[in-house]
């Protein structure tokens, strides 16, 4: 294999991904500029950003090793994420933005209370730095593998230029080059499509060849117990999860906020069916993978079918995708520990100037967690049974108590503490310590199920109690006393200055965006005339790719900033 274009693709995406970055870099004027774009994110933009920020290279070995060994199932189980947006779009969302708070771990604090808020904030550092630390992992060994490099300094140095330009940028850095990933990521995909097809002989071959079981929409471990518990699950985490509460809080009203969802929603349902087939397409190709080795069945296909360029293209798509999980997951850890630690605990008077440093600087101390652990991934048996290991053990203590909240006027933060400690505890002595003493291991559906319906029955079950005694917390008392006077001061908090400058940042973000579409199309352009097969594809896409650029340049028309500043006037701002 010639490494030296698909080496030089890559070369050429990071230098323009980082330069994004680098253009940022004075933009971040306070944290709401660089954590919240403002709040007046456009609802799209932050609708394809939460999309890229679900998906990873883990996407690709974790669910295209299930592809590979199961079939369909690994799209009837991503089809559970589409299903938990649109309930978060239908309730969720819009409540976070009404919520008024810049990050969830806030809205715990005003709403649940400081010691929660703490025990909170510990535990979702600790589990976001081991998740996005391990998704770090599977992009790293494609690369290697592909491009014949050592592993450990090839997932060094990815991941030190992961986290570059979300420590420069902030929240627009990141967005913008989610929007470059989902277009760089979906034209390889749909080159990588057909091409598959025609080397398994068309669908006919494809379909014949694959075990009779292999299109059922349930099949081996992951039974009907465990998509039902994932349904729940993923509302509590598209719905809960403080990454993607950030896109909710972004975005100017809660009317933006059920959109961003919805989009989501929708790229969800479509999306799978063209990711997933891939790997399932090379399992009539060749049968014969186990074990961990069906974690590179993607890769294998990728390698199989596709010419100089369009590999680096496609390694591209999984690299950048990966950055766009990991960035989104290390500005809001980085939002969390700025806004909530070091504001609220350390040093309640700090400058915006000290409050920049600190957020660029614990950027850059998260991702090195991050990568340290991806180096530890390969000892805890792959990225299959990390990710949906921690997902099952941490998803619903952590994520379940916040929603309720968001509705719920009688939970207090003593039962909420209670609640989260009961559920990590029977998660970790299931997965951890029964195994071991007992030499009993539950199945991945009574896994899941356990994981994520204990929380929401012991939610159930104090809602009841505390309703048949008629108590009201007295945390939500004091909550809505407290919400009444912010919104008082928010009212005039905005000069009309401060609002000047968002709309400057987030016009500047649409045309970068815009710019970078031409750029990628450019590139897929000039592919098409190298690549020794599937070069007319290539240049339709790169056609489409180019229209779309009219998009968000037409938006960035229709950001109206006007030419004078009048000081003594204030603007007022509403949640």
């Known amino acids: 294999m010639n490494t030296t274009i698909d080496t030089a693709v890559i070369l050429v995406f990071s230098a323009f991904v980082l330069g994004i970055g680098m253009l940022f870099a004075r933009t971040g004027r306070n944290l709401k500029s660089f954590f919240a774009g403002g709040e007046a994110v456009p609802w799209f933009i932050g609708g394809l950003s939460l999309f890229m920020s679900f998906f990873s290279a883990g996407t690709f070995v974790a669910w295209g090793s299930i592809a590979y060994k199961h079939g369909w199932v690994a799209i009837t189980i991503q089809w559970t994420m589409c299903i938990g947006a649109l309930i978060t779009g239908l309730y969720l969302a819009p409540r976070w933005k009404a919520a008024g708070a810049l990050t969830a771990a ?11 808020q703490k025990v909170y904030i510990f535990i979702f550092t600790l589990v976001s730095v081991f998740i996005k630390g391990s998704v770090l992992y599977p992009v790293a060994k494609l690369v290697s593998s592909s491009l014949n490099l050592p592993l450990v300094p090839c997932t060094i140095g990815l991941g030190i230029f992961m986290i570059a330009y979300t420590a420069v940028g902030g929240l627009w850095a990141v967005m913008v080059t989610d929007i470059l990933q989902f277009v760089v990521l979906s034209a390889a ?3 990588l499509l057909p091409l598959s097809l025609d ?28 998509v039902a518990a994932f349904v729940i699950y993923h509302i509590c985490y598209i719905g809960g ?36 087939l891939p790997p399932m397409i090379y399992k ?13 069945a993607y890769l294998m296909i990728c390698k199989l079918v596709l010419p100089p360029g369009l590999l680096g293209l496609m390694l591209t798509g999984m690299y950048f995708s990966t950055s766009a999980s990991a960035n989104t997951a290390l500005n809001v850890v980085s939002a969390v520990f700025t806004n909530d630690i070091y504001k609220g605990l350390i040093n309640p008077k700090a400058s915006d100037k000290q409050l920049m440093r600190v957020a660029r600087g614990s950027s850059w101390f998260f991702g090195v967690g991050m990568i340290l652990i991806a180096l530890m991934v390969p000892a805890a048996g792959g990225i299959v049974e990390v990710v949906l290991s921690i997902s099952s053990i941490s998803g619903g203590p952590l994520l379940a108590p916040p929603l309720w909240a968001l509705f719920s006027k009688r939970l207090t933060g003593k039962a909420t503490l209670w609640v989260t400690g009961i559920g990590l505890t029977v998660n970790l002595f299931f997965k951890a310590v029964s195994p071991w003493l007992l030499d009993f291991k539950l199945t991945r559906g009574a896994e899941t199920i356990i994981g994520v319906g204990l ?18 917390a007295d945390e939500y008392l004091t909550y809505r006393t407290a919400d009444k006077q912010k ?41 098409s005339f190298l690549t020794t097969q599937g070069a007319g594809i290539t240049a339709v896409i790169s056609g489409v790719v180019l229209a779309g650029s009219l998009i968000p340049w037409l938006a960035s028309r229709r950001v109206q900033i006007p030419s004078g500043l009048q000081q003594p006037e204030k603007i007022i701002k509403t949640h």
């Open 189 to 191: 995909v749909f080159i």
């Open 241 to 276: 999860n403080w990454t993607f509460v950030q896109r909710y809080t972004s975005v100017d009203s809660p009317k933006s906020a059920r959109k961003v969802a919805f989009l989501f929603a929708g790229l969800y349902l479509v999306s799978p069916v063209i990711w997933m």
């Open 487 to 527: 919104r008082i001061d928010a009212a005039e908090a905005v000069s009309e200055e401060e609002a000047i400058e968002v709309k400057k940042q987030n016009r500047f973000g649409l045309r970068v965006i815009a710019v970078s579409l031409v750029f990628t199309a450019v590139m897929l352009f000039g592919l």
């Open 199 to 226: 080397k398994v002989g068309g669908f006919d071959g494809f379909t014949s060849a694959v075990p009779d079981d292999f299109f059922n929409l349930l099949n081996g471990e992951y039974t009907f117990g465990f």
């Open 455 to 472: 929380p929401l029955l012991l939610l159930l079950a104090y809602e009841l109690w505390a309703r048949s005694r008629e108590k009201v």
């Open 106 to 116: 806030e809205f715990i604090r005003e709403r649940l209370g400081l010691t929660v």
């Open 284 to 296: 009539a190709i060749n049968p014969s993978l186990t074990g961990l080795d069906t974690e590179n």
